[in-house]
């Protein structure tokens, strides 16, 4: 009896490794691998963006029921993450702030040169000239910046247009007031060569910024720039319509305006866990109100690719209309960051700042639920960026009569292709909690 006792322990044993293998195998094959959500980022992603991952029911994960039928363990309920910005309206909530060139003439860093000294210190600082913008920045997860232009050594020598070498102090004070990255893809990206370009990237990478649109190596340019905030992973696809006929060392080291590589590089974004994924072209006619043939196909094609959750733009010099086109906002302009005022073009020293609120639907996908646009002007005697906003936050910049005019030139462009009935609206940062 104990010869046969024991035979029947042994085959019940194999027995049960044998259902316990199986189990295994196919838990492998349905929970761990990627799991694509309507957004078309994986699993991972998922968990970035609050959504659990697929629970399986084993013995650790599930409870019996009195039938003796496993009974799913619940999924987790999202941990609210409001984010900045306006009151969310969803469980997650995050907000992303763009704004236009950075443009750094002559005029400029004479300006910052004096800004330093008036604070006792050598060299240049161009922080009071960005200073107005930290109010919008502190109201958003993250603030993204485009770097026109290649930059010299701290010392110089400086140049301005049309072959640009401008002073890297522009670098610091664009991290200081809170951005915390930068698009480089211009028509300028390679007025110095690959010298300039890979000068300005480090320069970049020394401030903490992250950067997209120019790259050091072939290996480089094949990443995808991916921040990350408190509720979201964000992707920016960047790039340019030309060069100024310039060619570059190689062909990697500048992204290029082409729908079909942008949209290839947003799926790459999508499958390394991106939720909200931002395309940036730097394009258009300069100064003038409406976007042209280029920007508006390519624009269109990669909204209708349903890879990018918003396209934004910029080169112009000149603010440009917002556009709703199938569901996906297009800002075709933003118009110039900082610039020297010109006393030909009036567009030329106004822009936009544009805050976009990102809400996670129940579906797990991520869309924009708020877009809210700032005028902004320069104004000399000293050099400043200004709001010009209707709720005045830094008080008067050029005189009530002035900047009432800027704010309507800008309203009346922005909207001009249904902004406003989509749901765009100003920006009033004083009155948000």
Known sequence: ???????????????????????????????????????????????????????????????????????????????????????????????????????????????????????GTKGLDFGPMLEGQTKYIEQSDLAICHLETPVAGPAGPFSSYPSFNVPPQIITAVQQVGYQACTTASNHTVDRGTAGLVRTLDALDAAGLQHT?????????????????????????????????????????????DADVMIAKAKKAR????????????????????????????????ADSGQFTMIY????????????????????SLGNAITELSPNYVVNNEGLLVRAQFSQGTNGKWTASDLAWAPSVMVRGPYRWCSAASDAPQGPCAGAAADAATRQRTKTVVESMGAAAAGAHELLITKER
């Open 213 to 257: 649109g120019s790259y050091r190596t072939e290996v480089d340019s094949r990443d995808v720039m991916i921040v990350q905030t408190a509720a979201a992973k964000i992707a920016v696809i960047d790039a340019t319509y030309g060069l100024n006929g310039l060619v570059p060392e190689a062909a990697w080291q500048v992204d290029m305006l």
């Open 1 to 119: 009896m104990s010869t046969i006792t024991a035979r029947r322990r042994a085959r019940l044993l194999a027995a049960a490794a044998a259902l316990s293998l199986a189990a295994s195998v196919a838990s492998c094959g349905t929970g761990a691998g990627p799991e694509t959500n309507a957004s078309g980022s994986s699993a991972a992603a998922g968990n970035t963006a609050g959504q659990a991952a697929p629970q399986t029911t084993d013995s650790t994960t599930a409870e019996s029921s009195p039938s003796g039928t496993p009974t799913p363990t619940p999924t987790p309920t999202p941990t609210p993450t409001p984010g900045k910005g306006p009151a969310c309206q969803a469980v997650r909530c995050t907000s992303v702030l763009v704004s236009g060139d950075m443009l750094v003439h002559d005029e400029l860093w004479e300006q910052g040169r004096a800004d330093a000294l008036a604070q």
């Open 313 to 332: 733009g910029h080169h112009t010099h000149s603010v440009q209309p917002i556009e709703k086109y199938k569901g996906t906002w297009i800002v075709y």
């Open 271 to 302: 499958e390394l866990g991106a939720d909200i994924v931002l395309g940036a072209m730097h394009a258009g006619d300069e100064y003038t109100s409406v976007p042209n043939a280029e920007q508006t196909s390519v624009a269109h094609a990669l």
